[in-house]
């Protein structure tokens, strides 16, 4: 009885590393693709199509050489946390 719960356990634990070691690698790919510089959805005309967390809407703006939002306002905490998120890789596109 106690090898078959000792293989039980064992079988499930591997199986466990296995998946976290899936899930470890499809993060890491994601990741890359989102750090890559072409990652931002663009429209025809090049610009970046946001979700602008400030009005809450769907907005297609041109990133300065920075790579910031024109309409970006250092002043207001939505505007920074969008910079944010952009660096991040977790802004919200559409």
């Known amino acids: 009885m106690d ?13 466990a590393g296995r ?3 899936r899930t470890r690698a ?4 994601g990741q890359a693709a989102v750090n890559d510089s072409e990652a931002l959805p663009t429209d025809a ?3 970046a ?3 602008c967390r400030r009005h809450a809407t769907k907005r ?10 024109v309409c ?7 505007c920074v946390g ?8 977790r802004i919200e596109t559409w």
Do not use: M, N, W
């Open 60 to 69: 297609a703006v041109a990133l300065d050489a920075e790579g910031r939002p």
């Open 26 to 29: 499809a993060i890491q790919e």
């Open 3 to 15: 090898e078959s719960v000792e293989g039980f356990l064992r079988e499930r634990l591997r199986a």
């Open 45 to 47: 005309e090049g610009r």
């Open 82 to 89: 969008c910079i944010e998120d952009i660096e991040a890789g």
């Open 72 to 78: 970006f306002d250092a002043d207001h905490t939505d």
């Open 19 to 21: 998946t976290y070691e």
């Open 49 to 51: 199509k946001l979700v």
